[in-house]
């Protein structure tokens, strides 16, 4: 079953402008990843957020998480047409057995219009 | 070297074919991952092999079969399969199945026709 859930599916901008997007789940989680992925090509991990963590950057992104809300967001500042690709997150649940498997959410198509 | 690699890029069998996807990884990663990714969807594990041992079978059908040489390879061999087993296979690796950042590969795009 799907864990994440994305929101917008899609979203198109100006470069320049920020995007952000944002990842809902169901079940308690032990880590929150996002990926990207240009289109027909593999995925690329961006930055990773862990349980007991509110708030991460990594150079124009900026990752929230709300456990209470079981929500993420993503935001990319000063996008650029490059930044065109679909945003996955992507859960796990940690400890034994198979929760360390990742769930991936059905992702954001993002569109950076030049 | 942070580098996954996978062949071929593109595949076409027909239904009585059999074919392998090959990965491989020399980062030292001690877990391995088959992914399959079908158009606008998110990538669904298939196959998660830890120390060249399968360690998760996401239920797939008898007619992929993976296989682990060593801790850098990676082979999914494929045997009379169906048109709807059309998708992009993603391989991907990890420092261990605990560590969670992945690194993926470009993918293989398949067409069974």
């Known amino acids: 079953s799907q864990q994440g859930e994305e929101d917008p599916q899609a979203l198109s901008i100006q470069e320049g402008e920020n995007a952000t997007m944002n990842c809902s789940y169901k079940?308690?989680?032990?880590?929150l990843q996002w990926y990207r992925q240009n289109s027909g090509r593999g995925l690329v991990h961006l930055i990773l957020?862990?349980?007991?963590?509110r708030e991460k950057h990594s150079g124009r992104l900026r990752v929230t998480l709300d456990t209470s809300k079981k929500s993420s967001s993503l935001l990319i500042t000063a996008s650029r047409a490059a930044d065109t690709a679909s945003y996955f997150c992507?859960?796990?649940?940690?400890?034994?057995?198979?929760?360390?498997?990742?769930?991936f959410g059905k992702g954001t198509l993002l569109t950076v219009n030049p | 070297d942070t580098e996954v690699t996978q062949t071929p890029k593109h595949l076409v069998m027909g239904m009585t074919n059999k074919k392998s996807l090959k990965c491989e990884q020399h980062?030292?990663?001690?877990?391995m991952y088959w992914y399959k990714q079908k158009a606008k969807k998110p990538p669904e594990l298939m196959f998660v092999?830890?120390?060249?041992?399968?360690?998760i079978n996401e239920s797939v059908p008898s007619r992929f079969s993976p296989e682990c040489p060593n801790s850098s390879l990676l082979n999914l061999h494929l045997h009379a399969l169906q048109p709807e087993d059309s998708a992009l296979y993603l391989c991907?690796?990890?420092?261990?199945?605990?560590?969670?950042?992945?690194?993926f590969g470009p993918g293989t795009r398949l067409t069974v026709t």
């Open positions: 092999y830890s120390y060249e041992k399968l360690s």
């Open positions: 079940t308690s989680i032990n880590n």
């Open positions: 991907a690796s990890s420092q261990d199945r605990y560590f969670h950042e992945q690194y």
């Open positions: 992507a859960t796990d649940r940690g400890g034994g057995g198979s929760n360390y498997k990742l769930t």
């Open positions: 957020i862990r349980s007991n963590e």
């Open positions: 980062m030292g990663h001690r877990a």
